[in-house]
């Protein structure tokens, strides 16, 4: 079973640049027919899927934040990161990543960033 585990700071300062880092385990990042998505959720409101990652390396990015997102791999940690740039307070969210296919749907337990000067 595919395992997910976001990592970065907590607390990011507005107009900075917020990273995030997702630790796959159980599986590869490669392996065929997965999508690795950053999903977050403001709170009080729904889930907003970010952008994704294939298994073969296209990026797909959510519309209304794809001129600051970008998401990019490192196969050699099998890890997967988030760059979100020029945040401000609206970008606080539990953010978390996610391991897609057909028949199987994993979600990291997510890690809270609060954009605050």
């Known amino acids: 079973q595919v395992q997910l585990q976001e990592s970065g700071p907590d607390l990011v300062k507005p107009s900075q640049t917020l990273s995030l880092t997702c630790t796959v385990s159980?599986?590869?990042?490669?392996?065929?027919?997965?999508?690795w998505s950053w999903i977050r959720q403001p709170p009080g409101k729904g889930l907003e899927w970010m952008g994704a990652l294939a298994y073969e390396g296209s990026n797909y990015y959510s519309p209304s934040l794809k001129s600051r997102t970008s998401i990019s791999r490192d196969t050699s940690k099998n890890q997967f990161s988030l760059q979100l740039s020029s945040v401000t307070p609206e970008d606080s969210a539990m953010y978390y990543c996610?391991?897609?296919?057909?028949?199987?749907?994993?979600w990291g337990q997510g890690t809270q960033v609060t954009v605050s000067s």
């Open positions: 159980g599986g590869s990042i490669t392996t065929s027919y997965y999508y």
């Open positions: 996610n391991a897609f296919r057909w028949d199987v749907n994993y």
